[in-house]
């Protein structure tokens, strides 16, 4: 079982709609880092969390400590949101490493 | 600000054959890390760099990879010999000061 759990794997909306991706993970973590990646493109950093709640345009996301998981939120989503979402952790104990630890990521496709 | 980039985009070579895949991080930057995605898995950590020196290779798969960073910018990273097993997206990306990572457009590596 990976550290990193995502659901769903794909998504598939229409035009409008309200999305949620959820991330679960099972160790102990500092941060908590969203990104994205357009086909064919590169991964773009969306947020880091360690606590509580961000907001950015029409993204939000969550996290939820105790509970060690986080949501990803896109509201009015639209045909250019479709992209590889990919939840990432950091658990370095030594705090000077930074490596992260990556979920499969969720395919969300957002139809016209 | 140039970001990260990586060369080359897209490699095929034979088995047994040996690949060099190289990364330029964002100037100033002294974080460089290799990450990689096998199809259908999630990205993977290899190793991080701390200027020339490597803080972290617990990730490298075995002894055909070797990574360098030799004066503590461009660093590549060797498969010799490769296998198919190797057969996948390798990413860099780099950090500075802060906690973002930024990551480069990968190279896909297509072992036949």
């Known amino acids: 079982k990976n550290e990193v759990e995502q659901s769903p794997q794909n998504l598939t909306a229409q035009e409008g709609e309200f999305i949620t991706i959820n991330c679960s993970y099972s160790?102990?973590?500092?941060?908590l880092h969203w990104l994205q990646q357009h086909p064919g493109g590169g991964i773009v950093s969306l947020f880091m969390?360690?606590?509580g709640k961000k907001k950015h345009g029409r993204l939000i996301a969550t996290i939820n400590i105790q509970e060690k998981h986080s949501s990803l939120h896109i509201t009015a989503s639209h045909p250019r949101d479709s992209a590889v979402y990919i939840c990432?952790?950091?658990?370095?104990?030594?705090?000077?490493?930074?490596?992260?630890?990556f979920g499969k990521g969720t395919l969300l496709t957002v139809n016209p | 600000e140039a970001g990260v980039t990586q060369f080359p985009s897209h490699s095929v070579i034979e088995k047994g054959q040996t690949v060099t895949l190289r990364c330029d991080p964002i100037?100033?930057?002294?974080?460089l890390y290799w990450y990689r995605r096998v199809m259908g898995k999630e990205i993977k950590f290899l190793l991080h760099?701390?200027?020339?020196?490597?803080?972290?290779e617990s990730g490298m798969p075995n002894n055909r990879f070797l990574a360098e960073r030799t004066g503590g910018t461009y660093s590549t990273l060797k498969v010799q010999p490769a296998e198919l097993e190797d057969s996948g997206v390798y990413f860099c990306?780099?950090?500075?000061?802060?906690?973002?990572?930024?990551f480069g457009p990968g190279t896909r590596l297509t072992v036949t």
């Open positions: 100037s100033g930057h002294d974080n």
């Open positions: 990306a780099s950090k500075g000061a802060t906690y973002e990572q930024y």
């Open positions: 760099f701390v200027k020339e020196s490597k803080q972290d």
């Open positions: 969390l360690s606590s």
């Open positions: 990432a952790v950091r658990s370095d104990p030594r705090g000077s490493n930074y490596k992260l630890t």
């Open positions: 160790v102990g973590i500092s941060a």
